[in-house]
């Protein structure tokens, strides 16, 4: 029988993550260095559930980016986000790994109300997309 994915699956709360509302500027790329991960979660303002994709450090430590958010330099398409693959905590690990594969997701997000955040998430980025043209008129929730 296959095993759930619950079963290897690391807490949230050893995952370290940059949030949208996160100033880029040296100590957040000092923090993101520290934590020395191949790909760092990026969540929607404060929300640590609602995880909009994945970063690879290095597209920070390219830019000239003079104390813009992360926010900002998603919608200036300055940094690219590797979306996440959401997935029931008690589905079938094989079927994961398959799932997964098939939509080339380095990552799989566990949760209960995985449906919902899989929508959150596309949505978010259906309205950052509209902003691209004008960056500034995109303004970030409280």
Known sequence: ???????????????????????????????????????????????KDLVLGFMRPEDFLSLDIGNKTVCQLIIEELIVLDLPYYEFEDAPLGQV??????????????????????????EIMRNLAKHREDPSSFVLPE
């Open 1 to 47: 029988m296959d095993s759930p994915v619950s079963e290897i699956m690391i807490p949230k709360s050893k995952i370290f993550t940059i949030s949208t509302n996160d100033i880029v500027n040296s100590n957040l790329i000092e923090r993101i260095i520290k934590h020395s991960f191949s790909r760092i979660p990026v969540v929607w303002a404060d929300q």
């Open 97 to 122: 790994q398959e799932a997964a594969s098939e939509m080339r997701s380095k990552a799989v997000l566990i949760a209960q109300n995985a449906t919902d955040l899989s929508k959150q998430t596309n």
